[in-house]
């Protein structure tokens, strides 16, 4: 068995917001970030599938393919988008709240079972390079 | 997506890791009383000098646990930082570590720094320490804890 990693970057708003608490609780609890016309980052995002060598191709999967997967499902997603108002994971009331955590786990969400030939393994987010979150799959 | 982030909003939320990089810049001499003056050179090398060296060292705190549903979060980072401020950067930042009660007895290698690390943040409430690893240069990194993404 293989680990391949494939990164990818994006750029987007957010802010941290739980609907269920006062604007007094929701700034106490999350400081600065709690600031409704959002703020941004620079994401980082590693993805990392394993599998199996495939004897004849020698790859594990396509890197090419797994690149335009990332670009479908992630990046044409959320680059250039602000997370909170657009996309519908992290949407008020319904959806989670657009931690560095969460976005790991939703970007898991969206790869799970859409890579041929290898199992997703980590889903590594930067939020900046000395901050980042590694989801697994754990429930 | 729904059902994730469902999941989220339950009372056990999915696992997740959170990794936290701070920068520590010390000095240390390695040189063990169990060895001769011969041996320690032989053994350690240009590390062995007297007079000490320096590294700036990236130390990677992983703290791992249930994603709080209320917050998003494993833990909060303002706690991880007031901890890391006070139990380890005030505490090792520009010091000499032969120097501090920790490496009396054992060798400040980067190895022994690192379990070391490990140690002081298994008295963090905030969230359980998964994982620290140190790059003590661009070109040595080394990990003490637990293999992540295994329950």
Same mark, same amino acid.
């Given at each position: /068995?293989?680990?391949?990693?494939?990164?990818?970057?994006?750029?987007?708003?957010?802010? $941290?917001?739980?609907?269920?608490?006062?604007?007094?609780?929701? #700034?106490?609890?999350? !400081?600065?970030?709690? +600031?409704?016309?959002?703020?941004?980052? +620079?994401?980082?995002?590693?993805?990392?599938?394993?599998?199996?060598?495939?004897?004849?191709?020698?790859?594990?999967?396509?890197?090419? *393919?797994?690149?335009?997967?990332?670009?479908?499902?992630?990046?044409?997603? $959320?680059?250039?988008?602000?997370?909170?108002?657009?996309?519908?994971?992290?949407?008020?009331?319904?959806?989670?709240?657009?931690?560095?955590? +969460?976005?790991?786990?939703?970007?898991?969400?969206?790869?799970?079972?859409?890579?041929?030939?290898?199992?997703?393994?980590?889903?590594?987010?930067?939020?900046?390079?000395?901050?980042?979150?590694?989801? $697994?799959?754990?429930? | 997506?729904?059902?994730?982030?469902?999941?989220?909003?339950?009372?056990? !939320?999915?696992?997740?890791?959170?990794?936290?990089?701070?920068?520590?810049?010390?000095?240390?001499?390695?040189?063990?009383?169990?060895?001769?003056?011969? *041996?320690?050179?032989?053994? &350690?090398?240009?590390?062995?000098?007297?007079?000490?060296?320096?590294?700036? &060292?990236?130390? #990677?705190?992983?703290?791992?646990?249930?994603?709080?549903? #209320?917050?998003? /979060?494993?833990?909060?980072?303002? *706690?991880?930082?007031?901890?890391?401020?006070?139990?380890?950067?005030?505490?090792?930042?520009?010091? +000499?570590?032969?120097?501090?009660?920790?490496?009396?007895?054992?060798?400040?290698?980067?190895?022994?720094?690192?379990?070391?690390? &490990?140690?002081?943040?298994?008295?963090?409430?905030?969230?359980?320490?998964?994982?620290?690893?140190? #790059?003590?240069?661009?070109?040595?990194?080394?990990? &003490?804890?637990?293999?992540? !993404?295994?329950?």
């Amino acid at each position: /068995m293989i680990l391949l990693t494939r990164k990818a970057e994006f750029s987007s708003a957010h802010y $941290y917001w739980n609907e269920a608490w006062s604007k007094e609780e929701n #700034e106490r609890v999350f !400081g600065r970030c709690a +600031n409704k016309n959002g703020h941004g980052h +620079n994401y980082t995002l590693e993805v990392t599938v394993a599998g199996e060598v495939d004897p004849v191709s020698g790859f594990v999967v396509d890197l090419k *393919e797994l690149k335009e997967i990332l670009q479908r499902e992630v990046v044409g997603v $959320y680059d250039h988008r602000h997370l909170n108002l657009e996309v519908p994971e992290f949407a008020a009331r319904t959806g989670m709240i657009p931690t560095t955590e +969460n976005i790991a786990i939703a970007i898991w969400g969206r790869l799970e079972g859409k890579i041929p030939g290898a199992k997703l393994h980590r889903v590594r987010v930067y939020e900046m390079v000395d901050l980042f979150a590694d989801y $697994y799959g754990e429930l | 997506m729904a059902g994730l982030a469902q999941i989220a909003r339950q009372s056990a !939320g999915p696992r997740a890791y959170l990794t936290r990089r701070y920068r520590l810049s010390a000095s240390h001499r390695l040189h063990s009383e169990a060895y001769s003056e011969e *041996e320690n050179k032989a053994v &350690y090398g240009k590390c062995n000098n007297p007079h000490g060296h320096g590294h700036n &060292y990236g130390i #990677e705190v992983t703290v791992g646990g249930p994603v709080n549903v #209320e917050t998003g /979060m494993v833990c909060d980072l303002v *706690e991880l930082d007031g901890f890391a401020q006070t139990n380890l950067l005030r505490r090792f930042d520009q010091k +000499n570590l032969n120097t501090l009660d920790e490496f009396h007895e054992v060798v400040p290698t980067t190895e022994n720094l690192t379990r070391e690390v &490990y140690r002081i943040f298994q008295d963090f409430r905030g969230a359980r320490v998964a994982r620290i690893r140190i #790059e003590e240069t661009g070109n040595n990194s080394f990990k &003490y804890g637990e293999e992540l !993404g295994k329950g």
